[in-house]
C-alpha cells in the first residue's frame, strides 16, 4: 500500500481547491458576459430615417448628407407624377407648383404613400423651400403616415428664405405630432449637422 505523505496531501488539497475557485470565477464571469450581452441586445437604439422631397436634386444631396453623419436610413418622398421645370415655375401663377402653392388643401399624390416607419423614433423630414415653407407634398406624407409617438426634425434647402415660418405653419398643422428644432441646410459643414442631430 502507497502511502502519500502528510505534506504533500496538503499540497494536493490546496492544489484542488485553489483549481475549484479558478473554475468557479471562470464560470461566473461567462455568466456575467451573457448576461451583459442579452442586456445590450435588448435595449432597443433610437433609429433614425431620413424622409425627403427633392425637385431637382439639391435636397436629396442634403438628406444623403444627414443620413451619413447621422447612420440613419434613407427614404425618398417621390411625386405619383414628377415636376417638371415648367411645373415649378413659380413665376407663373398657373404653374402646377403655384396652385398647390396657393391651395393649403392641396395634397400631391405620392407614388409610395404608407412607409413602414416601425422601430423609427426620430424622422428628418426633408424638402425645398417653396413660397416661404415646405411644398404641400410633405402634407401628404405626413397624414398618410402614423407619426404620433417620433420625433419630427424638418431641414430645409432654400435658395434664401428660412426654416422659420415652415417649422411654425408644420406646428400649427399637426399640433398633435411632435416636432424638433429644425435646419436650414444652406453652407452647414458635417460638423454642424452632427451638433444639431446629437440633440435628438
Known sequence: ????????????????????????AMLTLTACAKSNKTSDMTTPDKKAIVCYFSATGTTAQAAKR????????????????KYTAADLDWTDST????????????????????????????????????????????????EANNLKGKTIVPFMTSGGSHITNSEKMLREQYPELTFGQGMLMNGKSDSDIKNWISQF
Open 1 to 24: 500500500m502507497n502511502i502519500i505523505p502528510t505534506r504533500k496531501l496538503i499540497q494536493m488539497k490546496i492544489v484542488k481547491t485553489l483549481a475549484t475557485a479558478v473554475l468557479t
Open 95 to 142: 404653374s402646377r407648383s403655384s396652385v398647390e402653392m396657393h391651395n393649403t388643401a392641396s395634397r400631391p399624390a405620392i407614388s409610395d404613400p404608407g412607409v413602414d416607419l416601425t422601430g423609427y423614433q426620430v424622422i428628418y423630414l426633408g424638402y425645398p423651400n417653396w413660397w416661404n415653407t415646405h411644398p404641400t407634398i410633405i402634407n401628404t406624407f405626413i
Open 66 to 81: 444627414i443620413a451619413e453623419v447621422a447612420g440613419a436610413d434613407l427614404h425618398e418622398i417621390v411625386p405619383a407624377e
